[in-house]
Structures are given as structure tokens and as C-alpha cells.
């Protein structure tokens, strides 16, 4: 992209390495569509970083869509809505995705998806009132980290600078950001004008992959007309290299500036939202709908239909692959996000959470190479966006070399996968590097 | 759901690039055949004969070292037929098969499988079997280099002459750029220049190799020939030329020094390397007994890669200089 029109802002400063994915966005010219009503929801307390919600509704109780069924006291959290209007059946604990338990909700619909009654649009005049607005939606970021979008906002009026809105959609098959693009866009432009507005933000930075030449289009031309030409919302396009829309990039991208390890975003003066989080706050201010749906893709090989659907939260993996025609081959393996950094699950009953953005079904043709030596090519190194090498840190995590790992910086990798997808030897890095880090963490606790 | 059939769950990725090391391999071999054509022609087929040993003593010590020391065999990889290639390269056309099948040997089991098979090696197999061969039978590694298409006068059996560098070295005859871009006198496989460039630039396209090492190594070769030739007070240009194409940079440049296991990883560390190889091999050039320094230059800053490797560690994302330094002094503190 070396034509850059109206609305629109060049990359400040290029990152490193990054591996080319093959893009497989099938779905991208698919309108989403709305799952029909299912006949149940299991809505997990935790479907965010932060402190688990407590169920505030009992077995019997009558419930209705938006209404609250989960909260916490603690500052890091979000409280969880009904998707869906009818009975409570049950509370109690359910596996998550990730293998960890959690307190749940059932709930059995009615069929009505009739709307709370408390349920209406909530006044925001101040930065104050906006930030509460956010933490009484449920929002947290959909583009799959589940961190709570209050907490992010709610940042000391002048540190931020530059509110980046994470359009990029760098994993492969993912499509529900490039849809949100087109079909909402104008929610997108609102919404950012409010948090401009009301944040006190001078910069605001779009980034999209050029391989979205449509959105890039559509928004920058919104960006420049709303704008009224004070040049102040643009629109970034990025090269596609995969991982360009991880959050440290993106900023490093938009500014030139890095996040240290173990700093916030804020504290190099940037926020980063995913593009559908900030296009649900301008919904949310319009109806006081809480987060009780999302979008998200369906795809891979052994799907028969692939499409972008909208779900109720809590709705279980099995019948949204159902209702995308089914599985055409017998599954291998299904995902839960990207397939560079989503999450495999075992079971198809489990519920659909509030950050995921995408099921894959693979077949058996998508079975990994098994295992070879490593072959010392230095094409982890050479993918690793932070500059790590991988192969070093798996050396001083077999001898358990803690201080050699810190300073490898086996803490600042955010595991990416670049460095286990370009292996020529098929290891897996990602899980070296997990390891890695629970070295350096348990050395810390017996201190 | 009724179809209750366990499903894989795995760590992320679930996608992988379909660069494997077979396929890596792959690539290096077609890369090589270009230039093992251009020798049979050069040499006849005697050259595929030797080539035809290398390989074939290659694969098999692989598969018994491997058998024998009960680990997963390896020979599926085909760096053992890389290896082979290579090494016949590195041979005159004339040697005896047995001392090629020797060198093979060498070159897997010694150098390769006992420090740990693929990756593990520290330095070049190929290069530390052909210095091997060299110093066990200097005779047949160095005196009767055949002269291009020799083979096919059939009235004289193959006339030998010095290979472009000796000559520049004695004071001989040096041949013509166009000879030395396509047929010369030498090594089985670095006779042909245009064809091992040809297959460095498929290396580089297919993104096998980066293209830093081969650069910087001929490119500080040229630079110290061009000042020596100046130096001299001879045409600087045309014995710059025929330094850089005359003998085996460029197999070695190309092929050998940008071996994965024997090569820095990180950018900083590819160019100290190459740097390091083209000033080792022109101080050889110039002023040691040998016409040739490609094949010990290369070992000597193989057994460096290691240190380079260390002192070029990048910086990981984010953190800075100072704090290093910070940290240290902090320590100190805390001692006093």
C-alpha cells in the first residue's frame, strides 16, 4: 500500500519478523446470520481475565435477556447477562475450554427472547458515565483476550494519546472483524467518536491488514467525512504478515513506541480495542442491550457450510456446527479462535464464551508433521517479532537455567506461534516457551 | 451432540508451515543439480561416478550409525544426500572411489552422527572430510585436476593442468573469465560458476538461505583482492575476478558456509561470519603455501559460530540497554 488517501496514516514503525499464513478468509464475503434461538444456554462465570463472577440467580428463578446473572465486586471483572429469556435449571460447575472449572448458569429458553425490562439505553455525558456504561454491558475484548474494556478505559485523563482500534484480523479463516467493518461501520465511527470525545483522546489510529482492501476503503472514507478533515481518526493499513494485530505490535506500528515487558499499553499512552468491542459500545449506547450475543466464524475443512453466525452467548460448540450444515468430514480437531493462537477443546458440548471470535474444524489432512531434530535453521528466530530465539530459551529451559531464561526474555514472549509454525522441524515451540515461563515462575514463588 | 468421537486437542498453532526439513533438503539438492550436470559435461561420467559413491556411502553410514546407536533413522531427511553432493564437489573428478566412499565416512559418522546427527554438528561435514582427504592424500586431492572436456579427446588421456588459482599463484596462464564462468579446471563441482550462482539464487527465492552470508563473504573477498591487486600494481579487476571465480568460493560461499548448523543464526552474526570467511580465505590466498582457503576458512569460523552466536543475541522486544547495566549495579549494591 503505498497510496495512501484521505483518512488514512502510514505505519509509524515496522516490526520484525512474522511468518506469511496462508489467509483462508472464505467467508469473507458472506453476510453473517442469526442463529435461530436454541433450546438452552450454559453461561460460564468466567469468560474474562479477572476475578470469576458470582451467580446471582437461583435454580426456578425466571429470567429474561440482558438481565444480570453474574457479578463481582472486584475491579477486575464483568458482569455476565442472559442470552436468552426463560428458566434457570441449574448452577454449578462446568469444564471451560481451557480445562479449567467454572461456575455456570443454565439456562432453559422459552423460545421468546424477550427483553429485561431494566434493560435501557443509559445516559453518558461524562468520561465517568461512560466507563460505568461499559463495565454494565459485559464488555471485555472480543478479539479473543477476554480483558475487561472498563478496566482499559479507565485510565488518568491525559496519559493516552492514541486509541488504536485493532482491525487487523491477522489469524487465517477469521472473518468476523472484516464483517463488522462492512456492515457496521458506522457504529465503529460512533463509537470512536465517543470515546474520543469523552477520553479526552487526540489520535485515533485504524489498523486493518491490506489484504481488507474493502474495509480499509469504506472506513477510511467514514474516518475523513466524520473527521471533519482535523486529520484526527485514520486509517493504518498494515502489510499481511501475520501477527500484526497482536496488541505490542500494533502500537509499536501506530507510534514507534515498544511496551516494556510486563507493562500496559496506557503506559506508553496508548489504548488498543478490538474493532467489534468498540462497535458494540456504540449499540450498547444506542439500546442498553448488554453483551448477551456475538459474531463469530465458523470454518475449516470438515465444515460443510462455513459462515460468519450470530450466537447468544453460552450457546454450545455442537449446535452452531450444526446449524453451518453440519460436519462434511469426520472432525480431527476443533478450535476455539485462530488456528495460530486459538485454543483446541475436546468436547462439542462445550458453550460458546463472550471473547471467542471463531470455531475451526479441521479434518485429519490438517494432522501436524510429527516431531524431528532441530536443524539449528534459525527460522524461529528470524519469525520472532520480539527478537527472541526460541531454540536458546527450549536449551536453557531443559537445564532449568533460570536466570539465562530471564534474560532471554522467555517472559516477553506473548506465543504467537510464528517460531513453531515456520520449524522446519515440526517442534513445538509454543509449549516450550510456556514451560519456559513456568520455570522462571516457580523459581519467583520459592523466593 | 451424538457423535461423541474424541477430538485432538493440541497447543496452538494448529497450522504449520509446509517447509519441512525433507522439503529444505529438497530444494538444496535441486539447487546442486545444475551444477552436477555442468560437471558431467565438464568431466564425463566419471564425475557421477564419484558423485554416485559420495551419495550412496552417505545414505548407508547414516542408516547403520543411526541403527547402531538405536535412534530414529534420519536418512528420510536427506541432508545425508546434501552431505554427499557436497563432498563430491569438493573432489577432483580423478580421485580414487575408495577414497571417496573414505571421506563419506568420514563426513557422517565422525563429524556428523557422533556429535548428535542433523543439527548437532559443529562443523561442516563436507568441508572437515574434504580437508581430511586433503591432508591424508594430498597427491590425489590436489595434483591432477583433469582440464575441462579433457574426457571427450579421446587421443590424450586426460591432460591435467593447474586449476585457475594455482596458476595466478605460480605465475601460469590464467584462463579466460568466460572459461572460469562456465568450465574450468578444479573440483568436481566448482567449475561452473553460472550454474552454482543459478542455484544460490533459487536457494535465496525459495528462501532457504539468506542471501547475507554468500554476499558479504565473496563481497569482502573482492574488496581485499581488489586492494591487493592494487597493491601489486596488477590489473586489480581481472585478478579480483579470477580470485572470486577461479577456485571454490562459490560452492563455498553458497553451499557450505550458510549451512544451518554451522552458521550464526541472528542477521548481526551472518555477517560477522561471512566477513570473517572472506578475510581468512584471502589471507590464505595470499599469503600461505595453498592457492585454495575456502574449505579452512569456513571450518575456522564454524567452530566460532557458537561465540558469534552469543555476542549477536538480539534484544528482546521492549527492553532496553540500560537496564542491564542497571541491574548490575544494583547487585553490586547490594554486595558493598
Known amino acids: ?447 | 451432540m451424538s457423535d461423541k468421537k474424541m477430538l485432538t486437542a493440541s497447543l496452538s498453532p494448529h497450522i504449520k508451515s509446509p517447509k519441512t526439513t525433507t522439503a529444505i533438503m529438497l530444494d538444496v539438492i535441486v539447487a546442486l543439480i545444475p551444477s552436477l550436470v555442468a560437471a558431467v559435461f565438464i568431466f564425463g561420467y566419471r564425475a557421477l561416478a564419484v558423485t554416485g559413491v559420495t551419495v550412496g556411502t552417505c545414505v548407508i553410514s547414516e542408516y547403520i550409525s543411526r541403527l547402531v546407536m538405536k535412534r530414529r533413522n534420519t536418512i528420510g531427511d536427506l541432508s545425508a544426500v546434501v552431505t554427499g553432493i557436497i563432498l563430491a564437489f569438493n573432489l577432483p573428478s580423478t580421485i580414487p572411489l575408495w577414497m571417496a566412499a573414505f571421506g563419506s565416512l568420514v563426513a557422517i559418522v565422525v563429524v556428523k552422527q557422533m556429535f548428535g546427527g542433523i543439527g548437532q554438528n559443529f562443523v561442516n561435514p563436507a568441508i572437515a572430510a574434504r580437508i581430511i582427504l586433503m591432508v591424508s592424500f594430498p597427491t590425489a586431492m590436489t595434483a591432477s585436476f583433469p582440464n575441462a572436456f579433457a574426457w571427450k579427446n579421446e587421443t590424450i588421456d586426460a591432460i591435467t593442468s593447474a586449476t585457475p588459482l594455482a596458476a595466478l599463484k605460480s605465475g601460469g596462464e590464467i584462463p579466460a573469465i568466460r572459461d572460469m564462468l562456465l568450465a574450468k579446471s578444479g573440483s568436481l563441482g566448482e567449475v561452473c560458476a553460472v550454474t552454482l550462482i543459478l542455484g544460490g539464487v533459487y536457494l535465496v527465492i525459495r528462501r532457504v538461505i539468506s542471501p547475507v552470508i554468500p554476499l558479504f563473504y565473496v563481497g569482502t573477498t573482492a574488496a581485499i583482492m581488489l586492494v591487493y591487486g592494487a597493491v601489486k600494481n596488477e590489473n586489480a579487476v581481472m585478478f579480483m575476478l579470477c580470485q572470486i571465480l577461479g577456485g571454490g568460493l562459490l560452492l563455498g560461499s553458497i553451499f557450505m558456509a550458510t549451512d544451518y548448523a554451522t552458521s550464526p543464526i541472528s542477521f548481526k552474526g551472518k555477517i560477522i561470519f561471512a566477513i570473517g570467511c572472506g578475510v581468512i580465505t584471502s589471507v590464505i590466498r595470499l599469503f600461505g603455501n595453498s592457492a585454495e582457503g575456502v574449505s579452512f576458512s569456513i571450518i575456522i569460523m564454524n567452530i566460532l559460530v557458537p561465540h558469534i552466536d552469543r555476542l549477536t543475541t538480539p534484544r528482546p522486544f521492549g527492553t532496553v540497554k540500560e537496564k542491564k547495566h542497571k541491574k548490575a549495579s544494583d547487585e553490586k549494591e547490594a554486595t558493598a
Open chain 1, 1 to 447: 500500500m503505498s497510496k495512501l488517501s484521505a483518512g488514512m496514516v502510514k505505519v509509524v514503525k515496522k516490526v520484525r519478523g512474522g511468518v506469511h499464513v496462508s489467509h483462508s478468509k472464505n467467508t469473507a464475503e458472506i453476510e453473517s446470520v442469526r442463529i435461530p434461538t436454541p433450546q438452552k444456554v450454559v453461561i460460564p462465570m468466567q469468560m474474562h481475565i479477572g476475578a470469576p463472577c458470582v451467580p446471582c440467580v437461583n435454580v426456578g428463578d425466571t429470567v429474561a435477556v440482558g438481565q444480570l446473572v453474574g457479578d463481582s465486586t472486584a475491579y477486575v471483572s464483568a458482569p455476565i447477562h442472559a442470552s436468552v429469556s426463560g428458566v434457570v435449571k441449574a448452577v454449578g460447575d462446568i469444564p471451560l475450554p481451557n480445562g479449567n472449572i467454572s461456575k455456570a448458569v443454565t439456562i432453559e429458553s422459552d423460545g421468546e427472547m424477550r427483553l429485561y425490562d431494566g434493560v435501557k439505553p443509559p445516559t453518558v455525558e461524562t468520561r465517568e458515565d461512560l466507563i460505568k456504561a461499559v463495565r454494565d454491558s459485559g464488555l471485555v475484548g472480543l478479539g479473543g483476550a477476554g480483558f475487561p474494556t472498563h478496566v482499559k478505559l479507565n485510565v488518568p485523563k491525559g496519559k493516552i494519546d492514541t486509541l488504536i482500534v485493532n482491525a487487523a484480523e491477522c489469524e487465517p479463516y477469521i472473518t468476523v472483524d472484516y464483517r463488522e467493518c462492512l456492515e457496521n461501520s458506522w457504529d465503529i465511527l460512533s463509537s470512536i467518536k465517543t470515546i474520543k470525545e469523552l477520553l479526552e483522546i487526540p489520535n485515533v489510529v485504524i489498523a486493518v491488514e491490506n489484504n481488507k482492501p474493502e474495509a480499509i476503503k469504506i472506513l477510511s472514507a467514514i474516518a475523513a467525512q466524520e473527521d471533519e478533515g482535523k486529520d484526527e481518526i485514520r486509517v493504518m493499513p498494515l502489510s499481511s504478515r501475520y501477527p500484526q494485530g497482536a496488541e505490542k505490535i500494533m502500537i509499536q506500528s501506530a507510534t514507534g513506541r515498544q511496551v516494556p515487558p510486563g507493562k500496559l499499553p496506557s503506559d506508553v499512552g496508548c489504548i488498543v480495542m478490538n474493532v467489534g468491542s468498540v462497535a458494540f459500545i456504540a449499540r450498547y449506547l444506542k439500546t442498553g442491550k448488554p453483551l448477551v450475543s456475538r459474531s463469530l466464524t465458523v470454518d475449516g475443512s470438515a465444515v460443510k457450510e462455513p459462515k460468519n453466525v450470530r450466537v447468544p452467548i453460552g450457546i454450545s460448540i455442537g449446535e452452531i456446527i450444526d446449524f453451518c450444515g453440519g460436519f462434511s468430514e469426520e472432525p480431527y480437531k476443533i478450535i476455539t479462535g485462530g488456528p495460530m493462537m486459538g485454543l483446541a477443546v475436546t468436547d462439542t458440548d462445550l458453550p460458546i464464551l463472550k471473547q471467542n471470535n471463531a470455531i475451526l474444524v479441521f479434518s485429519e489432512k490438517e494432522k501436524l508433521k510429527n516431531e524431528t531434530e532441530c536443524i539449528h535453521c534459525g527460522k524461529c528466530a528470524a519469525a520472532c517479532p520480539f527478537s527472541l530465539q526460541p531454540t536458546a530459551i527450549e536449551r536453557y529451559e531443559k537445564i532449568k537455567d533460570v536466570e539465562a531464561l530471564k534474560k532471554a526474555g522467555a517472559m516477553v514472549c506473548m506465543e504467537c506461534g510464528s517460531c513453531a509454525y515456520s520449524c522446519p522441524a515440526g517442534k513445538p515451540l509454543v509449549q516450550v516457551m510456556r514451560l519456559a515461563k513456568k520455570v522462571i515462575k516457580e523459581a519467583g514463588d520459592k523466593k
